[in-house]
């Protein structure tokens, strides 16, 4: 993915978080004495990213809509700064809530859902793919007789 595409906020966000996961995957791989085969690293970074989007979209999105509950039962029906609505109703709130169910229907549809889920953190996502591509690389498959 490019990461150009994104905002600039979101960009630089992104960029320190996959530094960071970048060095717990190696710290990882350390810990569970798994050698960090080639191929694991381009699904971790797809799994990094995609948690990072349903943090940044869904999960934001989710708080977003408490706010203005909590809002609305203040007798509050949104806010308005710059030219932006900030509403139930408003386009804003229609084009986030789009992105946000779109996210939730390809991480399930992709079947990346036990990687992304919140109550999983990202240490354990990350030595699952770990596992998944050291039991499953060459060297592992001839049952130790290397």
Excluded: C
């Excluded at 600039?8 to 996959?18: I, T």
């Excluded at 999105?61 to 949104?78: A, P, W």
């Excluded at 509403?87 to 804003?92: D, I, M, V």
């Excluded at 992105?99 to 399930?108: P, T």
Aim: charged share 30%; net charge negative.
């Amino acid at each position: 993915m490019s990461e150009n595409l994104l905002p600039y906020a979101v960009r630089d966000r992104y960029r320190y978080y996959m530094d960071y996961m970048g060095d717990r995957v190696y710290e990882i791989a350390l810990e569970e004495k798994i050698p960090e085969p080639r191929e694991a690293r381009a699904d971790i970074e797809m799994v990094l990213l995609v948690r990072f989007l349903n943090e940044y979209f869904v999960l934001g999105f989710e708080n977003y809509q408490r706010m203005l509950e909590y809002m609305e039962g203040k007798h509050v029906e949104g806010i308005l700064i710059g030219r932006t609505e900030f509403a139930k109703t408003s386009a804003f709130t229609r084009a986030w809530s789009q992105v946000a169910d779109e996210l939730k229907q390809l991480i399930v549809q992709s079947g990346l859902r036990r990687y992304i889920d919140p109550s999983t953190s990202a240490d354990e996502a990350i030595r699952a793919l770990l596992r998944l591509h050291s039991d499953s690389s060459p060297e592992r498959t001839d049952h130790g007789t290397q």
